[in-house]
């Protein structure tokens, strides 16, 4: 995946959301001299029978996508950027996911639309499904609140990362944007269980003991992992707290008041996330910032 994002998209419903969604991501665009695409996608219910969009048997569909693309040009008029617009129709999730697997496409922008905690347990988001499957990095901007800032900037960065290998990917995208923003970064890894004996031994010395080395070692192998990636000029800081992923991650970005949290999306089978969800899932539904997601797959790119 690309650290410096030549080709950025932009998917956008027509919802209320989008004028917000669209500043940002041509402004991202512009800071990072990147191409700008803004996608569309014409939800559209098939019939089970003859396969086709219910609406092509009516002939509705040239009509939807000329008015599609009318509405898109309104949008853009006084945008800045160099831009072009994609129209799809099917399921928004599966379309996009298969357009960016055809697409140069090196980051998506998308808008949270802030729905009830019951919506979401019934039924999931737009946003979330495609965090599950996108093999991109996906900027999700929070449903805009009346102070809503309109300068494009992250002051203070939170990355959530592990000791896993794939650890340094979210590093590296978290300082790509901690550089372009003359951000301030904080890391913080959870340990969620309080023994680790890949990390240290629990049999050499008092639980109280063992517990301090273990903080001490994770701390020094997660310093070493981030003076890989740290430029010269961004202040960085580590936290290594216990506890359980989600609670501590979402207390921490309330606490520093984070801008943006870069989160890794692991794949899952769908019966572990009935069961389990996930952090990311977790800070989806309830961060008030930003949130970058970056997949952590064998074929993420």
Same mark, same amino acid.
């Given at each position: ?75 853009? #008029? ?30 998506? %922008? ?74 301030? %970064? ?40 981030? #003076? ?6 961004? #202040? ?26 870069? %989160? ?26 930003? %949130? ?10």
């Amino acid at each position: 995946m690309a650290l410096h994002p030549n080709h950025i998209a932009c998917a956008i419903d027509f919802s209320k959301y989008t004028p917000p969604v669209l500043h940002w991501a041509s402004g991202m665009a512009r800071r990072f001299n990147a191409n700008l695409s803004v996608l569309h996608v014409i939800h559209s219910q098939r019939d089970q029978y003859a396969g086709t969009a219910l609406f092509e048997r009516g002939g509705g569909l040239d009509q939807l996508m000329r008015e599609a693309a009318q509405t898109i040009e309104s949008l853009m #008029a006084a945008c800045d950027t160099p831009w072009t617009s994609t129209i799809l129709t099917g399921d928004p999730v599966e379309e996009i996911c298969a357009y960016a697997q055809q697409q140069p496409m090196d980051l998506m %922008v998308v808008a949270s639309h802030g729905i009830s905690s019951l919506k979401r347990l019934l039924m999931g988001t737009v946003v979330e499904r495609m965090a599950r499957k996108f093999n991109r990095p996906m900027l999700v901007l929070p449903a805009p609140q009346p102070s809503h800032r309109k300068v494009l900037c992250f002051e203070k960065i939170v990355i959530a990362c592990d000791l896993s290998p794939e650890s340094r990917m979210l590093i590296d995208q978290g300082m790509a944007f901690a550089r372009e923003f003359k951000s301030r %970064v904080l890391v913080l890894h959870t340990i969620e269980s309080p023994i680790q004996d890949q990390i240290v031994e629990p049999a050499t010395a008092p639980y109280g003991q063992v517990q301090d080395q273990l903080k001490n070692e994770i701390q020094r192998r997660l310093e070493k992992i981030i #003076a890989l990636s740290r430029p010269e000029d961004i #202040a960085v800081s580590l936290e290594v707290r216990p506890g359980v992923a989600e609670e501590q991650l979402g207390g921490f970005i309330h606490e520093r008041r984070a801008d943006l949290v870069v %989160v890794g999306v692991r794949p899952h089978t769908r019966f572990e996330k009935i069961l389990i969800g996930s952090t990311t899932e977790m800070v989806l539904r309830r961060a008030s910032c930003a %949130v970058l997601t970056v997949p952590l797959s064998p074929d993420s790119v």
